[in-house]
């Protein structure tokens, strides 16, 4: 049975490690690079670590125990009760308020915060081997421990803490940085969701228990499950809500990676139809490429033929117009390929625009009788 429980826990830590710690893996990537660098040849061998590797190798050690320390603080409370079987073998019951607030956000939160804490010890305790085996000195934060645990039943009163999950300050600006529409890279600034000032994430003593906002306390610790609040299922989405992705003409600079990709991968409704007609009046990648070979051939090159064309200076952008695709909004589906794509800041945005419809979702529209149009 044990070797069942601790199986199951692995799955589980390894399930959610892949999904929800992405910083973690980039960790654990930077990790390997350092633990694993190829000689020049590309053979198997191994260099010995540089110093910089070493340093580099310490930093993520001390992370690593720091991130521990702070998942084992929420472990011992919200996380699975010792001797508690994993949910993936038996359903779990919660012992206490604060695991019953984490399965209120996730079902199996309980289960993820023990996970989480087994990783979080691993990956310390593996950096601090791989650090003993190569001679480097391990990382050791003890004489930093002084910090006191919780009182409440469940926490482990015979170590220091390094983290204060007890007067926590929040830094919730991430929250409205990911639903805004500004670039931080551009000098947007993003104020706080809520503020949190020296509030509990995990209950001090055995009364937090009891509180009534033991739900906030829990929330603090999982700020994330926030986001949750914008989440519908799809049957309750608004069909009459669109955005189309609109190109910025005199940002262009013609690369026409937004219309390859549309076509490769969306709804084929970029064209680069300025340049020829076809039957349907637009441009199909054949028809351009066969028109595209035979004009290379007259194309002016400014660097070999001296100076721009006489097109492009009676234009009113650097880009020739050919040059700059153009979206159909009434078949774009707003699916941001062609602007991820796009090698111009701000060259391409998605737009909602007003369809002069009111709101109305799936289930809506079915209850209606409203047919459905289907595209073949
Ligand atoms: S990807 Fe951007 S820069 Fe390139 S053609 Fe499209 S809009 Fe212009
Ligand atoms: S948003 Fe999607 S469908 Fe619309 S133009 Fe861009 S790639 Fe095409």
């Not at 004489?143 to 409440?152: G, I, V």
């Not at 002016?300 to 117009?321: F, N």
């Not at 991820?340 to 799936?362: A, F, K």
Request: with cysteine.
């Amino acid at each position: 049975m044990k070797d069942l429980v601790a199986d199951n826990l692995k799955r589980s830590s390894n399930r959610r490690s892949f999904m929800k710690k992405g910083l973690l893996a980039g960790t654990a990537t930077v990790g390997a690079g350092l633990l694993a660098s190829k000689s020049a040849s590309g053979a198997g061998s191994t260099q010995p670590a540089t110093p910089g590797d070493i340093a580099i190798l310490r930093l993520l050690a001390a992370a690593e125990l720091i991130e521990a320390d702070l998942w084992q603080q929420y472990a011992e409370l919200g996380g699975l009760t010792p001797g508690q079987l994993p949910v993936e073998t038996a359903p779990f019951t919660p012992m206490n308020s604060y695991q019953a607030a984490f399965m209120n956000l996730d079902s199996d939160g309980p289960q993820y915060i023990s996970s989480n804490n087994m990783d979080e010890q691993s990956h310390a305790a593996f950096l601090n081997a791989y650090l003993q085996s190569i001679g480097a000195p391990v990382v050791n934060l003890d004489e930093f421990r002084t910090l006191p645990s919780s009182k409440a039943t469940g926490a482990n009163q015979k170590i220091g803490r390094l983290t204060n999950l007890m007067k926590l300050t929040v830094d919730t600006s991430w929250y409205t940085r990911y639903h805004s529409a500004t670039n931080p890279d551009s000098g947007a600034t993003f104020p706080q969701a809520i503020t949190l000032t020296n509030v509990p994430g995990i209950p001090r003593t055995n009364a937090d228990f009891q509180l009534s906002n033991i739900q906030a306390i829990a929330n603090i610790a999982a700020f994330q499950g926030l986001s949750l609040a914008n989440v519908k299922e799809w049957k309750n989405l608004n069909l009459n809500y669109k955005v189309v992705a609109r190109i910025h003409e005199e940002k262009c600079i013609g690369c026409e990676l937004c219309y390859t990709a549309c076509w490769d991968g969306a709804h084929q409704c970029i064209h680069l139809d300025r340049v020829s007609e076809s039957w349907d009046g637009h441009t199909t990648p054949a028809s351009y490429e066969s028109r595209s070979r035979a004009a290379i051939a007259v194309t002016p090159i400014p660097k070999l033929d001296g100076g721009m064309s006489e097109r492009v200076g009676a234009e009113p952008y650097a880009t020739p117009l050919a040059r700059i695709p153009r979206v159909d909004e009434s078949e774009c589906v707003g699916c941001n390929l062609c602007m991820l794509v796009c090698p111009v800041e701000n060259c391409i945005t998605m737009e909602r625009i007003d369809t002069g419809l009111p709101p109305q979702s799936w289930e809506q529209r079915s209850a209606l009788g409203i047919p459905v149009k289907v595209q073949h």
